[in-house]
């Protein structure tokens, strides 16, 4: 089976940096993605991770380790828009299945 | 590019009526997803389309909820009949390759 974990709130301070971890469990890795949901819209892709390292994008980056079944998510000079939550999601080989985290909600606070 | 597109937006009802959702997907994606999510809680895999095939409807409670994608395209949710514990949004996606789209969500109010 499959299991995700993130932790369920962070709070962050303007300017700033934070680091959303996931851990996860899957048997047949086939790819990370994290996806940014604002309250009450759908979520919008962020990142894509299949190799082990890092992945910038603008303000935004995502590691992953396969071997430990970790991955984080790291936001750069914060703004208050991003108070968001922020899922971690997993994908395994055989059908494709995406299986999602709980998300973590970010407090963006001045 | 038009997006993903959900109808009903919004929709309430009472227990043990019958309710269906309408998704149509960005043109050319093969893959259709159904999630549930629940208020506080990640979006839950319903039920994957391959084309107008099912890859996965492991989690989709066979005895009151249904789905279909005639001809690859368009697909309908029914849930039939509807308990309380159904209340959530109801999210479509679509894909080609690996990123999801979403549509915009059902929010579903079963009293």
């Known amino acids: 089976g499959q299991n995700i974990d993130q932790p369920t709130e962070m709070t962050a301070t303007e300017g700033a940096i934070v680091q959303i971890n996931c851990t996860y469990q899957?048997?047949?890795?086939?790819?990370l993605f994290w996806y940014q949901q604002h309250a009450g819209e759908a979520p919008t892709f962020l990142s894509y991770?299949?190799?082990?390292g890092l992945e910038e994008k603008g303000r935004f980056s995502s590691f992953l380790s396969r071997s430990k079944g970790y991955s984080y998510l790291l936001l750069k000079e914060l703004q208050m828009k991003d108070s968001a939550s922020y899922l971690c999601a997993v994908r395994s080989t055989g059908g494709f299945k995406t299986i999602f985290g709980a998300g973590t909600r970010l407090f963006v606070k001045a | 590019e038009a997006g993903v597109a959900q109808s009903p937006r919004y929709k309430i009802i009472e227990k043990r009526q019958s309710v269906a959702f309408w998704c149509n997907p960005i043109s050319g994606h093969a893959t259709l997803y159904w999630y549930q999510q629940i208020l506080g809680q990640g979006p839950k895999l319903l039920i994957q389309f391959q084309n107008n095939g099912v890859v996965d409807d492991s989690q989709l409670p066979k005895d009151r909820f249904s789905a279909e994608r005639l001809k690859g395209v368009d697909s309908t949710l029914k849930i039939q009949p509807a308990k309380l514990e159904d209340s959530a949004v109801y999210l479509c996606?679509?894909?080609?390759?690996?990123?999801?789209?979403f549509g915009p969500g059902t929010r579903l109010t079963v009293l």
């Open positions: 991770n299949v190799l082990d």
């Open positions: 899957t048997s047949g890795f086939n790819g």
């Open positions: 996606a679509s894909s080609s390759f690996d990123e999801q789209f």
